[in-house]
């Protein structure tokens, strides 16, 4: 029997091509979002830094053409973490926190 998972499908939305382009428009944020890949069956962690409209892995090889998706594997997204950038060791830059996939399409939750 096919698990059910009770959010949408991260790729079907394509939700980190919409946090990049929200994230373009506020160059002072960084978006820090973390869960997993499914890769062979197997879940790996996967953890994504959007910052100035670009997304960098810190996990796994992702596509760098805008016109592609991000990630062509299954993916699940359920914690959102943003900061102020620049990111410094003394100051404390975390704003907040969601687990709400659709929290951070919302571009007034980013100030």
Known sequence: MEETLAFPKMAEIDIINN???????????IL???????????????EIIIFRGYSSSTTHP???????????????ITNFKLYKAPL??????FIREHQNSVFFLNQKNWI
Do not use: A, H, M, W
Request: net charge negative; no cysteine.
């Open 62 to 76: 992702i596509e760098i053409d805008s016109e592609k998706k991000v990630i062509t594997l299954s993916y699940s």
């Open 88 to 93: 410094t060791e003394t100051e404390e830059n």
């Open 32 to 46: 820090k979002i973390e869960d997993f890949i499914l890769k062979e069956n197997q879940k790996e962690q996967l």
């Open 19 to 29: 946090l990049e382009k929200i994230s373009s428009e506020i160059p002072n944020r």
